[in-house]
T-cell receptor, first 110, second 112 residues
Framework: GQSLEQPSEVTAVEGAIVQINCTYQ??????LSWYQQHDGGAPTFLSY????GLEETGRFSSFLSRSDSYGYLLLQELQMKDSASYFC???????????FGSGTRLSIRP | DTAVSQTPKYLVTQMGNDKSIKCEQN?????MYWYKQDSKKFLKIMFS???????INETVPNRFSPKSPDKAHLNLHINSLELGDSAVYFC???????????FGNGTRLTVT
């Protein structure tokens, strides 16, 4: 199968660190991506992991463990503008197929 | 500007009508997609085209017919619109397998 699970909502405080987890089914797995979507906007690409380990891009990092079929997005020094929905997405080896999780709505309190 | 652009931004229509959404990308990408995002924000892949050839058709009703006249364009025609078709439709492109998706700004379709 090809389904992903991530929490529906996460709340955090400005300046804090938050981790959004994603588990997926392995059949045909090729890589894990993360996208950010603000209300009324389009999803925008944040990061991609094909190999195990941590990828860091500024305040955002993404981790993948292929053996655990698990990844996470880590957001540091949270800012109010980080309030958005975050989607994990798996690329499957069948050509051009990218499946999205149901999204995690991140709310940030001052 | 280099981008994925789709028109119209908003589309309000009655059940039973036929409508089209257009998408163009000037990024030089080979692969284009249509995704549907429902009211719960679930993003579901509908179609994928690679260089004008249909690659993925995710069990979408045949009332939905994508057309790719060239690799820079992927249009979506919907026949006999139903209430359940109300959603935001996103076009996207990527330049090869496993590269990031670049999304258009979406078309909010409301069927009354």
């Amino acid at each position: 199968g090809q389904s992903l699970e991530q929490p529906s909502e996460v709340t955090a405080v400005e300046g804090a660190i938050v981790q959004i987890n994603c588990t997926y089914q392995t059949s045909g797995f090729y890589g894990l991506s993360w996208y950010q979507q603000h209300d009324g906007g389009a999803p925008t690409f944040l990061s991609y992991n094909a190999l195990d380990g941590l990828e860091e891009t500024g305040r955002f990092s993404s981790f993948l463990s292929r053996s655990d079929s698990y990844g996470y997005l880590l957001l540091q020094e949270l800012q109010m503008k980080d309030s958005a929905s975050y989607f994990c997405a798996v690329t499957y080896s069948s050509a051009s197929k990218i499946i999205f999780g149901s999204g995690t709505r991140l709310s940030i309190r001052p | 500007d280099t981008a994925v652009s789709q028109t119209p931004k908003y589309l309000v229509t009655q059940m039973g009508n036929d409508k089209s959404i257009k998408c163009e990308q000037n990024l030089g990408h080979d692969t284009m997609y249509w995704y549907k995002q429902d009211s719960k924000k679930f993003l579901k892949i509908m179609f994928s085209y690679n260089n004008k050839e249909l690659i993925i058709n995710e069990t979408v009703p045949n009332r939905f017919s994508p057309k790719s006249p060239d690799k820079a364009h992927l249009n979506l025609h919907i026949n006999s619109l139903e209430l359940g078709d109300s959603a935001v439709y996103f076009c996207a492109s990527s330049d090869r397998d496993n590269s990031p998706l670049h999304f258009g700004n979406g078309t909010r379709l409301t069927v009354t």
